[in-house]
């Protein structure tokens, strides 16, 4: 089975009527009259991935399919790159659905918010990879991806523990890590 994870503030998420799949809504904003799971507004999306691959960790869909809850900005055909997703699963461990697909050399990434915190993309991934990671990132804008199960899996719980424990400050900027990272972490390429 396949499941749609969302990571919903105050977007409007009518676009899921159109997936009859195993769908979980974790609502950080207003409420909203649909079954979720409310959760603190903190870390934005890779808080809530996190959460879920935490609290599912031994009850995850085969894939799962991590989204904010407008992902159409980042992703024109979420819909239909979705549906197929669902229908024919992955033949990858990792599926980013992103439109852009942007590089990281050398831990040095000059996006925002980076002109803020320029270490912290360093910091993240020193402390989950080891102090000599220093891999090229290819990565997708937006953080809305596909992974199976088993890459979830290649990490112990504890990683994902670890990494959640990031975002109980109050730097923000720690997703825009993570966001870096979600390729790394799952297509094992360390």
């Given amino acids: 089975m396949n499941e749609i994870v969302v990571a919903r503030y105050n977007e409007n998420i009518d676009w899921l009527k159109f997936f009859d799949s195993k769908k979980t809504i974790y609502n950080k904003g207003d409420e909203i009259d649909v079954d979720c799971v409310k959760l603190q507004n903190i870390g934005r999306e890779s808080h809530t991935y996190l959460h879920h691959i935490i609290s599912r960790y031994n009850s995850l869909s085969n894939v799962t399919i991590f989204t904010q809850g407008d992902p159409f900005p980042h992703c024109s055909d979420f819909?239909?790159?979705t549906h197929l997703i669902i229908q024919e699963g992955l033949d990858k461990p990792f599926?980013?659905?992103c439109s852009w697909v942007l590089q990281?050399?050398?831990?040095q990434c000059r996006c925002w918010p980076y002109h803020c915190w320029?270490?912290?993309l360093p910091?993240?991934?020193h402390s989950l990879f080891g102090e000599d990671f220093n891999h090229p990132i290819w990565f997708g804008a937006g953080a809305i991806f596909a992974v199976t199960k088993e890459a979830i899996h290649r990490h112990p719980i504890e990683f994902y523990e670890k990494a959640i424990r990031f975002h109980d400050t109050d730097i923000d900027g720690y997703a825009h890590a993570f966001e870096r990272l979600w390729p790394t972490i799952f297509e094992g390429l360390l």
């Fill in 79 to 81: 819909i239909d790159k």
């Fill in 95 to 97: 599926q980013n659905l």
């Fill in 104 to 107: 990281v050399d050398n831990l």
């Fill in 118 to 120: 320029p270490n912290l």
């Fill in 123 to 125: 910091e993240v991934a």
